[in-house]
């Protein structure tokens, strides 16, 4: 293999790899190498990608080759692959639909390669595979419960071997959406909707869309919606995303306020759900205490008998688990996972693959910004110290408790003033994780503050006045972090966050990325207290970021 000394990989026999961030070559490289290998670290000079069996299935299932996947890191590496990274590769690769789940009359079979009888046998006396298989019908094929399906698909991924799901789907009760004829749908939104569908066949139908916030990701599922045709089913976070859907839907197809409703079930029998259903996924895993086995959670059991034809679930990185054990029941439905990020911090991401499907169309999100779908945005972290006086305490707490401490560093309110200085009258978003830190600076700033106790329709006021303009400065807690249709903000100012959350800082920069009027680009501020956790935490939350081609400007709070 030839080689290039200038190039900017290292590939590592463990499967590391290391970029060279300073290197004219490196952001063709990074590009190259994201739909397959894991940002695992990005320091100044050096970061450190990893290529695990998810990475590889994930874009194996998009249709990329083992071949496509060598011939991009021989393409940038500076010195010859280690001989067992190039097996591993194609061997993991080469796992990817090696075992098929077919539908059978009134059951499912699951099939192996020719000649892979022995995997069978093998997977046969897996602790949690075995039970789920039936009758084996040839060295090759076994039977399986269809009830089981979900669960087979977890069980196999969690022993090494992903299972390509071509069973297909039960029909749905028909309803045709029609998108509203002066709805322009982006080039990439009908090819994310069809990646998902392929055209109603079995080997579409479930997987996830990887897109930007701003991006336009419920278009996608309202395109997904007109192809399907059937009865619809949307979960999501909270209820300002509900709200957020209701418009939309309303907006940009022919559904009537009849047609789309949140899920209530307090009304009627038979009322309850409408053929476009929203429901969040608090009310869904609302838990009964006391109830007997199987009916703790009654709002599941009644969504989960609905004839489906399509279930959304929007922000699929957030996921509950009582939301995946569902998922695992309701496999003969079509699932569309939205989201903006696969990354989740508690390491499910499996779960996803085996349960929604695997991704099925993804954007990086500077190739969006370089086409104008969305803003550009320029990232900083502003490092400032904790005063004399708060050390000793720091020094002496446990390490939740630091977190805590440098989160609400003081400082914080006299930075995020200059912070604001620096973009007078603009709509500006401050968000943080600490109500009482929150409460001081929107008391500074004399400006309103939304949290998880502000109802409902007072948050929608207050959004609606930042949305006209009559309100410029908004404080949010942790319930900005996701689903808020504030397409004019144009800074953002992040004073204290969930530990390393590599997605919740992702979401938080994405609250900035709806393209202004104006073409102008968007900045977001993270302030950080210096030489505490929270600035190791800060570089964890930056990983997803660094991935996309995100880089931070370090201000000392001297330059502010």
């Known amino acids: 293999m030839a080689t290039d000394p200038m190039n900017p990989l290292i590939v590592q026999a463990d499967r590391s790899v290391f970029l060279e961030a300073f290197n004219p070559r490196a952001d063709e490289a990074r590009a190259a190498i994201a739909p397959f290998a894991e940002l695992v670290s990005s320091p100044e000079h050096l970061h450190t990608y990893r290529v695990t069996p998810l990475s590889l299935w994930n874009a194996a299932s998009t249709g990329m080759t083992a071949d496509a996947m060598l011939g991009a890191l021989e393409g940038h590496a500076k010195f010859p692959l280690p001989g067992n990274v190039v097996t591993d590769i194609r061997e993991l690769v080469g796992r990817w639909g090696r075992l098929t789940l077919d539908r059978f009359d009134e059951a499912l079979i699951l099939s192996a390669a020719p000649g892979d009888g022995p995997l069978l046998s093998e997977l046969a006396r897996h602790k949690a595979v075995g039970p789920l298989l039936r009758e084996r019908m040839s060295d090759v094929v076994y039977t399986v419960d269809a009830g089981a399906r979900g669960e ?12 390509d799901d071509h069973a297909g789907y039960a029909p749905g009760a028909p309803f045709a959406v029609t998108l509203a004829p002066d709805l322009t749908v982006r080039d990439y939104q009908r090819e994310a909707a069809q990646a998902f569908y ?7 139908g479930s997987g996830v869309v990887v897109l930007a ?40 197809t022919d559904l009537t306020p009849d047609d789309v409703q949140e899920y209530a079930p307090g009304r009627p029998a038979g009322r309850e759900l409408a053929p476009v259903t929203l429901c969040t996924y608090q009310m869904l895993t609302h838990r009964r205490p006391g109830a007997p086995a199987g009916e703790e959670y009654p709002h599941m059991s009644l969504i989960g008998a609905a004839e489906w034809g399509l279930i959304i679930y929007d922000e699929v990185h957030l996921l509950p688990a009582p939301v995946f054990r569902l998922t695992a029941g309701v496999q003969a439905r079509r699932r569309l996972g939205l989201t903006a990020t696969l990354v989740r911090e508690d390491g499910r991401e499996g779960d996803v693959f085996a349960l929604i499907g695997p991704k099925r169309y993804d954007q990086p999100w500077k190739t969006l910004e ?27 707490a446990p390490d939740r ?3 805590r401490l440098a989160a609400v560093n003081p400082a914080k309110r006299a930075a ?21 830190q929150l409460d001081l600076m929107a008391a500074d700033l004399e400006a309103p503050l939304i949290t ?32 808020l249709d504030l397409p004019d903000a144009e800074v953002l100012v992040q004073v204290s966050g969930a530990f390393g959350s590599r997605q919740e800082e992702a979401q938080r920069l994405g609250r900035l990325l709806r393209p202004k009027a104006d073409g102008r680009g968007a900045h977001f ?4 207290t210096r030489e505490t956790i929270e600035e190791d935490y800060a570089h964890h939350r930056q990983l997803f970021l660094a991935e996309q081609g995100y880089t931070y400007d370090i201000i000392d709070e001297s330059e502010l």
């Open 152 to 163: 087979l698909k977890r069980a196999l991924m969690d022993a090494g071997w992903p299972v």
């Open 370 to 396: 370089a086409q104008g779908w969305i803003a550009a945005a320029a990232c900083a972290e502003v490092r400032l110290r904790l005063p004399a006086d708060e050390r000793p305490a720091y020094a002496a």
């Open 525 to 528: 501020y993270s302030l950080v």
């Open 416 to 436: 995020l003033r200059a912070v604001l200085a620096r973009h007078p009258d603009v709509p500006t978003l401050v968000i943080g994780a600490y109500l009482d």
């Open 198 to 204: 392929q055209s109603g066949s079995d080997t579409g």
């Open 452 to 483: 998880g106790k502000t109802p409902q329709r007072e948050r929608e006021r207050l959004f609606q006045a930042f949305r006209e303009g009559r309100l410029r400065t908004l404080l949010l807690s942790k319930v900005g972090n996701f689903a």
């Open 401 to 403: 408790q630091k977190h």
């Open 213 to 252: 916030p701003g991006a336009g990701k419920t278009v996608v599922g309202m395109v997904a919606m007109s192809l399907v045709g059937q009865r619809t089913l949307v979960l999501t976070t909270n209820r300002t995303s509900v709200n957020q859907w209701q418009r939309e839907l309303l907006a940009k």
